[in-house]
């Protein structure tokens, strides 16, 4: 194929597609098509294949999110979700200027870029050359995966978020999420973020342990799910219980409720943060691949 033998092409730099060659918005029709694509690779794609499971379609969102594909004589071949977020599907990183002049002809802000490391970085590096700047790069970040049991004892305090605890959840989040990315998930406002915490509680993804006081002490959520795998995302230790060794038994409580929904537990951690490395490790994760995150 012409798109694998002559990458240095200045159709790849300049978003022109070559022969044989095409972007476009993904249809309805193109369901099955960008499943079998992501099925190449469930663990890395969990998040479209979560999305398909959920939207039971590739057509855009009536939020205005799409995904975009790219075709070879009309085969998909790769593809990436264009939301708030930017994630790469199989995308070969040969392509990505293609994909990065579509969506930047979108006119979107985009939050950030995830998934497997090099189509991520190469993204990264065509939306930079249009304007799209970040202000920080993740390069390293290890996928890990948990095909088991957990290999030490659960703590059985962490249940599952309930309604009821809403308001003292969503402070947990939105705390977590500003330590992560280091901004608050409310500058846009409290309504997007508050329903995603919502929705996750009601799914019965969100898992949390709180002190008598009604306190968060320990909180995760599954993030994406699949019958095949979980991501766990969202993990937190309130800090007044850092540095207690209780996190260990918290993460082993989440693989037990993310086995009770498919057989692998997948999440990924910043290559720098070796505490949560090795406490993954002491759990059981191993890895099996890398995540590159962009913030933009």
């Known amino acids: 194929m012409l798109s694998r033998v002559a990458p240095w092409l200045a159709s790849h730099k300049d978003g022109t597609a070559p022969a044989g060659i095409s972007v476009r918005t993904l249809a309805g029709a193109d369901t099955s098509a960008l499943r ?19 939207a039971g379609t590739a057509a855009p969102t009536t939020g205005g999110a799409s ?16 939301g708030a977020n930017l994630v790469p599907v199989q995308l070969d990183p040969a392509f990505a200027g293609l ?19 090099e189509p991520v970085l190469a993204l990264h590096a065509e939306l930079e050359a249009r304007g799209h700047t970040a202000h920080e790069v993740r390069s390293e970040q290890p996928l890990l995966t948990l095909s088991g049991p957990p290999t030490v004892e659960p703590n059985t305090d962490l249940t599952l978020g309930r309604l009821a605890d809403f308001d003292r959840i969503l402070p ?9 990315v280091g ?9 997007f973020y508050s329903r995603r915490v919502e929705g996750l509680i009601r799914q019965g993804h969100s898992l949390v342990h709180l002190s ?5 002490i320990f909180k995760a959520e599954l993030g994406a799910v699949t019958a095949e ?4 995302q969202g993990v937190w230790m309130n800090p007044l219980y ?4 209780l996190s260990a038994g918290y993460m082993a409580a989440v693989v037990d409720q993310a086995r009770k929904i498919a057989p692998v537990t997948s999440l990924y951690v910043n290559g720098f943060n070796t505490k949560a490395r090795s406490t993954y490790e002491r759990v059981g994760f191993t890895q099996r691949g890398t995540f590159a995150t962009v913030l933009f």
């Not at 099925?39 to 499971?53: E, G």
């Not at 594909?69 to 979700?81: E, R």
């Not at 008598?212 to 968060?216: L, M, Q, R």
């Open 242 to 245: 850092r540095g207690q060794g």
């Open 36 to 54: 079998r694509l992501a099925q190449q690779d469930p663990v890395a794609n969990v998040f479209i294949l979560a999305h398909l499971r959920s």
């Open 67 to 82: 995904v975009l594909g790219v075709f070879d004589d009309g085969m998909l071949v790769g593809a990436c979700w264009t």
């Open 229 to 232: 795998v979980t991501q766990v």
């Open 99 to 117: 994909i990065a002049a579509a969506a930047n002809r979108t006119g979107r802000r985009y939050a950030s870029a995830f998934g497997p490391a």
């Open 183 to 191: 901004y608050s998930p409310f500058l846009g406002g409290r309504e």
């Open 172 to 180: 947990a989040c939105a705390a977590m999420f500003e330590e992560e």
């Open 212 to 216: 008598p006081a009604g306190d968060v």
